[in-house]
């Protein structure tokens, strides 16, 4: 019995409902899940709902998109906390502003070139979700563009793209204190996650550990098998949690739910730590 504690929903960029990807989870056998969708809690209501008529234990998350000082994109994984929080909330509030800009100006970039419209995007997303990349790039899959999210990703929305555009987000080591300050317990998500582009170096750990984060998210099929075992030298030194997860987007990725887990004594430990219960 274990549990995956990263999934979205299309509450952010996941192609499911929260219900769905608890189902998913309930097929998959697991014994519970972290909702954890961008910068969001929206999900959280359907999810424990859906996990009470499942039998599927749900961990309240969301993951926070960070830049640290040297440009390098960072993801903060927090469970637990306090939604209504003002610092937190504050921060995600302006960080969910920046990406609906930022979607609106890479629409107008990707129309130039492309039968791509605001419209056509805005189709893409769910009422209430966070806009982001892959709803344009899910655009861009119904325009017969690419065949698919991945081949967006690889080409026209890289970040050296001329269509890209940045968006606000918050240093890492601030959001580790912010989720702290919420009650919750922040993990570094994906963290030698290379495939992606560039990662932090230990500097950037050892901020995020003195501002209090708790875990690492050890076993992710983005970091390589050697770079995991420098994770758990690093988690063992610091005595910091290690968890596993699929980072589980239903059609969105290839990944699949309850591919990597966490033990339930490691789920224990994050929620005496949090203020908000899980959903047992």
């Avoid at 390098?72 to 610092?87: C, F, K, N, T």
């Avoid at 960080?95 to 129309?111: D, F, H, K, W």
Wanted: charged share 25%.
């Amino acid at each position: 019995m274990a549990f995956d504690l990263h999934t979205h929903s299309h509450c952010s960029d996941g192609t499911q409902s929260p219900s769905a990807v608890v189902r998913a989870a309930a097929e998959a056998g697991l014994e519970g899940l972290a909702l954890t969708d961008h910068d969001t809690t929206a999900g959280w209501d359907e999810a424990v709902a859906a996990g009470r008529r499942e039998g599927v234990a749900v961990v309240r998350g969301m993951e926070i998109s960070c830049v640290s000082a040297q440009g390098v994109s960072v993801h903060l994984l927090s469970y637990l906390h306090d939604p209504d929080h003002p610092g937190l909330k504050d921060e995600m509030e302006r960080s969910v502003r920046s990406r609906l800009t930022r979607a609106e100006q890479m629409a107008q970039r990707l129309s130039e070139d492309f039968p791509i419209t605001w419209e056509l995007v805005q189709a893409q997303t769910e009422p209430g979700a966070t806009v982001g990349r892959p709803h344009l790039a899910d655009a861009l899959v119904v325009a017969g563009v690419v065949p698919d999210r991945t081949a967006a990703f690889a080409g026209i929305l890289l970040p050296s793209s001329p269509y890209y555009v940045g968006h606000y987000a918050p240093d890492p080591a601030e959001a580790v204190r912010l989720v702290r300050e919420a009650g919750g317990v922040p993990v570094f998500a994906h963290p030698r996650a290379v495939s992606r582009g560039r990662v932090v170096g230990e500097d950037t750990f050892e901020e995020m550990i003195e501002a209090g984060l708790v875990g690492l998210e050890v076993d992710h099929r983005d970091n390589p098998d050697a770079d995991r075992q420098w994770l758990r030298q690093l988690a063992r030194r610091h005595d910091l949690l290690m968890t596993g997860a699929s980072d589980y987007h239903g059609a969105g990725k290839p990944n699949r739910i309850g591919e990597h887990t966490t033990a339930r004594d490691v789920v224990d430990q994050i929620a005496a730590l949090g203020v908000t219960e899980a959903a047992w």
